[in-house]
């Protein structure tokens, strides 16, 4: 008789014996902290029914015991002593969720050492220190899992480990900072100042404690850092990322690019080329063809380019309480899945096993080719024909120019999109450019990213 595939399977799985619960100890109760502790109690049912375990936080280090006891109420362990919470042998797991550099390092070698998997969103830590710390982890058969410190709802580690595991990657293109798309949108879509801009990033817990590490770049930078390291197989080439900032970036440019069709991004590329790997934080204008130019206001968005997969896309709110909150947990889910694994067995820590990475090398600024974006201040309007002959001759081919459309008064303004050319050459042809009798004030200079795939 026929029987129904469906009916005919056995009952369901019966449930594993219960493991007990992963015991979390957590350095820091702050936007992050404190969103990790409320997601964890708010969905604890379905992430204990997906991690095969309940996780429990069990002890907080904090600076202000009163203010964590108010977060996290009682039954949860305090201290003042992120150390002694590091090394607790009650402690299966440390969430180190308080940032900076100097500590942290102690802590996390610390917790390490005595055994404990280690979870974190501290970008900064692991772009400078983070060779150090997976090698100490591989040597104490600990994870350490850090899918928050980039992108943070994103979830571009685990693509980059797991899901695209059988590309050779030839591009990474990220909007990875939250503030300073943030920053860049109001300014561009609300005509807000720089200024009024950030403290809205701030005030709304988008930004780090100091700024400046947003604005300048230098958090974007940690985070293309750890993308390149999963991507190509290579250690965390931090130190030679080339990373330029927002801060003088004018509205006035934005309306050009518009004029153009493009929108300005601070845009990461982590870019395989012959030579080695470019690798570079810049505000640059991507095509408002691009999907990646639409991702606006706090949200992130990457871009990899595989051999084999082509161009994927992944999109997420890039800063904020729960959303890195998301990416902790799913980070202590997957710890807390780990039981009775080997280390060997895992998911290496930067996506390829410790003995087959390699360091790749960076192009060094001068190398790096890209189209650009010139906006010429001109004495004349006229002066524009000469000068893009001129420029042509000294191999800067105008691909598409214009004289930019902007309210009386603002003097002529010419805007050129070139063909791809070396840092090199333009820097030296800058120097002419602005020297030339036909212009009548600073030249603006960007990188255009076509992002072809
Ligand atoms: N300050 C960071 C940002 C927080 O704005 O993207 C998330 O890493």
Request: hydrophobic letters at 55%.
């Given at each position: 008789m026929y029987r129904d595939p469906v009916s005919a399977s056995p009952s369901p799985a019966a449930a594993p014996a219960a493991q007990r619960p992963l015991r979390v100890g957590m350095i820091g109760i702050g936007t992050v902290g404190g969103g990790t502790f409320r997601v964890l109690a708010r969905n604890q049912a379905e992430i204990a029914a997906r991690a095969g375990r309940a996780i429990e936080v069990t002890m907080v280090a904090a600076r202000d015991l009163e203010r964590a006891a108010g977060i996290v109420g009682a039954g949860v362990q305090l201290t003042r002593d992120p150390l002694q919470l590091a090394t607790h042998p009650d402690i299966d797991v440390v969430v180190e969720v308080a940032g900076?550099?100097?500590?942290?390092?102690?802590?996390?070698?610390?917790?390490?050492?005595?055994?404990?998997?280690?979870?974190?969103?501290?970008?900064?830590?692991?772009?400078?220190?983070?060779?150090?710390?997976?090698?100490?982890?591989?040597?104490?058969?600990?994870?350490?899992?850090?899918?928050?410190?980039?992108?943070?709802?994103?979830?571009?580690?685990?693509?980059?480990?797991?899901?695209?595991?059988?590309?050779?990657?030839?591009?990474?293109?990220?909007?990875?900072?939250?503030?300073?798309?943030?920053?860049l949108s109001r300014m561009r879509d609300d005509g807000l100042d720089f200024g009024t801009a950030l403290a809205q990033a701030q005030a709304l817990g988008y930004a780090e404690a100091d700024p400046s590490f947003d604005i300048d770049g230098t958090d974007a930078a940690h985070k293309m850092a750890l993308l390149a390291a999963n991507a190509f197989g290579t250690p965390v080439p931090f130190d030679a990322v080339q990373v330029e900032g927002i801060r003088t970036l004018q509205v006035l440019d934005m309306a050009c690019a518009a004029q153009l069709g493009h929108r300005i991004k601070l845009l990461g590329i982590a870019r395989r080329q012959p030579d080695g790997l470019e690798l570079r934080v810049q505000p640059a204008l991507v095509p408002d063809t691009q999907l990646l130019a639409h991702v606006d206001g706090s949200m992130n968005g990457i871009v990899v380019c595989g051999d084999a997969s082509g161009v994927t896309m992944y999109y997420g709110a890039g800063a904020g309480s729960e959303p890195t909150a998301s990416a902790v947990i799913a980070d202590l889910v997957d710890v807390a899945r780990l039981a009775g694994t080997q280390a060997a067995q895992r998911v290496p820590h930067r996506g390829f096993h410790a003995h087959a990475m390699r360091a790749l090398p960076v192009l060094p600024r001068a190398a790096v080719s890209s189209a650009r974006y010139l906006r010429v201040p001109l004495h004349r309007a006229s002066d524009a024909e000469p000068l893009g002959r001129w420029l042509a001759a000294q191999g800067l081919v105008p691909r598409k120019a214009a004289l930019a459309q902007l309210p009386e008064g603002t003097g002529a303004q010419w805007l050129v999109l070139t063909g791809p050319a070396t840092q090199a050459h333009v820097d030296g042809l800058l120097d002419q450019l602005q020297r030339h009798p036909a212009v009548a004030g600073a030249v603006t200079a960007l990188h255009v990213e076509p992002l072809d795939a």
């Open positions: 900076g550099t100097g500590p942290a390092l102690d802590w996390a070698l610390a917790a390490i050492a005595h055994g404990k998997h280690l979870v974190t969103a501290n970008k900064a830590l692991l772009a400078l220190h983070g060779d150090a710390i997976f090698e100490a982890a591989r040597q104490h058969g600990v994870a350490v899992a850090y899918e928050g410190a980039v992108a943070v709802s994103i979830p571009i580690v685990k693509a980059l480990r797991e899901g695209l595991t059988a590309n050779r990657i030839a591009w990474v293109a990220g909007i990875v900072n939250g503030t300073t798309n943030f920053i």
